[in-house]
């Protein structure tokens, strides 16, 4: 017997039988049928001497005190006839206690086990507290409302399914009223709160805690709807793409097995893609389903069975169901898809091809141990969700096709968020016109009069550490050929190693544009070739290690030992993929400041533009603030991804350095998005300037000097006048103070590039 139900409510809860003493008094005094009225003068004589019973109490053990009184008192309300198929016990309203169960319940209760403590299925403290609220809102201020929060057990069975059962309540002989002291809230107050369901603490304002009688005992009475919780609970389960959660509803298998009534139950799942004519697994659902008979299908068969199969099932796609597997015919029990079964102790399954429109997008299996647990009746009742499967389903593949449209645009194309309502609008234009039935041409899209911000952290000198390992690389291939054509010991393999030796005198004294192909091209028509030859000819264990060790160091793709420049390719990847990531978290406070189109570029280092103006957001206030800020905000984040570097850079197979260089330009330009290259760009002549600037700021040197302006370590600022240095010469001041730059400030001159001049700088160090 459970303890009284330790939610917080409005009610002092106290357990009395008097309204049902009531009624006996009534059928003792008023009952025509005289052993009815004897019957009913019996039990109120046995109960008077215990006022308690009457009066009302809170202390448990009064029931194991009359235990027996209490069920002889209830006789009527629970026939003994009925007591194997009911399933009934008297309860304390609105807790959890209960007493007095028919046999039935009883027998529920004992194959849930002993620690098993009954429970009001998902409710929540302050749902329960508002329901309380509500009640005495119906049954003692007598409003017109109707509390319809269903209440559910869930109950294991001895097999451990999941059983869900459904509460109605019989308070007619339980009492609700105020404790003393208590105000009643006025009218005007009870409908504000009804207009306030969610506001827990409101409700607690004017019905405190315990500031309510709640008197008497229940009739509680369960039905068995398992199927139909069980399809409730499919309906909000069944598979879905969540962006914040992407995790798998590992309840689904639960589900079904309360569903079917099967205690041991696998459930597997693929989709079929229609474009290439195969089943795929859904990632996130790999640990939860099991495929079983679906996973051999497809790692056994060849692709054009597979495809043929496909095609039959469009023409016939009823399922496939075996109750029991050894009942099958002896032919097929040799086939090895029998041994798939005994494997994994399958014994009896279900495989059901899921159609749409005529055409396959699914299949399901059911498995499980137990045999003629799954049967034409199990598939009949998968029938009545076949409608919300097929749903579910075209759901998940719309809402992945929209993902992977999502990852696309975010990945492969330059349409920023900042910049796709304009996109938007005009193909709403569009797609309108076309609804109406009329022609529409879809307009150019541009952005006018934008300042530009442009910077770039250049991985220095990645050219010529690129030049010298392909030299290492190459050298040692051809130390290693050395090796093996020794140990070969033929008069061809002396010719191969006079010709590896002009290669070697070639690359390390006079390389040629075509050295490296021309190399290339003699180890794949004629050393790899006859290596390859010795490996099948030659019986001695060494020669052939020797040779195998050889080919493992070669990159097939190139005939070529690469592991060098693959060093230093990883070293140039992971560095731009830290810088971009740095990048791109920033940006996001950088779109707070202002939306801008923002775009960035990986190669030998990361560089990146905004172009900032209020035709980009034109409901948003717009002000040369703007501009400031976000080329303060450009300039901190540089020194950032600069500071970030220095942390990470022992960690590089090997050691690259960086300079970074922020452009400044004060004129205004055009960009347009070119259908053709799908991105935008600059627009027109005058516009392209700034795009030649940037492309020879990369390899420019300080006036008069052949020192480049970019310097590891520092940080370069190219302008053209004095109010652009004053300006940054204040960010680098608010950046000094917060040390992450050092005092070390230079005012530098660019030298003349071609159809520039004027053009100044200044470097400074980071801290």
Known sequence: MANLYKKESPFQVFISFKKYLDVLEHIRYNDRLEYRANYAESLIEKTKNFKELRDGFQDLSVFEKHKDLIKLLLADLFPTGLTRNEIKAAGIPLTNLTFNYTERFQNILNDAGKDFEIEFR????????????????????KKDIKVTIPFYYDIPDKQGIMKHYKITVNSDFSDVYPAEGTKIPSDDVLDMLLENLDDVQLWKKYFQPESWILNGFSIISLIDCTSEVALSDLKSSMIKIDLENPSPDENLKEIFKSYFDVAELNFGLMLFNIKNK?????????????????????????????????????????????????????????????????????????????????????MMEFTSPIANSLNGLKLKKLEFVADMIIFSLSRFTYERNNQIEAIIQREYTTIHDSVIWKFRNEAERYFNAYLSKKIYTLKEISFKNLTPLFSFSDIRSSSDKRFKLMLEDLNQQIDGLHEVMTILNSSEAEKYSLALDVFENELNNEIKADTEQRFQRLLREEIHPYLQGQLEVKSEETIKEKIKNYFSQVFTQNDLFYANRKNLDDSITLLNRKLADILDEKQVAAQEIFPHYFERFKSDGVEHNLYIGPNIAPELPYSTKVVNELRYWQLETICTMEHEFRLFKKDLPVSLDIASLIFVYNEKIDIRF?????????????????????????????????ERITCPGKITIVYFGLENQREYLQYIHRLQQQNILKSDVELLRVE??????GLLAMRVSLA
């Open 122 to 141: 998902d409710i929540s403290d302050d749902e329960y507290y508002v329901f309380c609220c509500c009640l005495i809102l119906q049954t003692y201020l």
């Open 278 to 362: 195969r089943l795929e697994k859904l990632p996130i659902y790999e640990n939860v389903f099991t495929n079983h008979l679906l996973d051999f299908w497809i790692n056994t068969f060849d692709e054009e069975a597979r495809k043929t199969a496909f095609e039959n099932i469009s023409y016939n796609s009823k399922p496939v169901v075996v109750s029991n597997v050894d009942n099958l015919d002896e032919e097929i029990k040799k086939l090895p898809t029998f041994n798939i079964l005994k494997d994994n102790n399958i014994n009896s399954f279900m495989v059901i091809p899921i159609m749409k429109d005529n055409e396959l997008l699914a």
């Open 674 to 706: 070119r259908m053709d290259e799908k991105r935008f760009d600059v627009d027109g002549a005058f516009n392209s300037n700034f795009e030649i600037i940037k492309k020879r700021l990369e390899k420019a040197h300080i006036k008069d000097s052949d």
């Open 752 to 757: 003349d590039l071609q159809g520039i001049t």
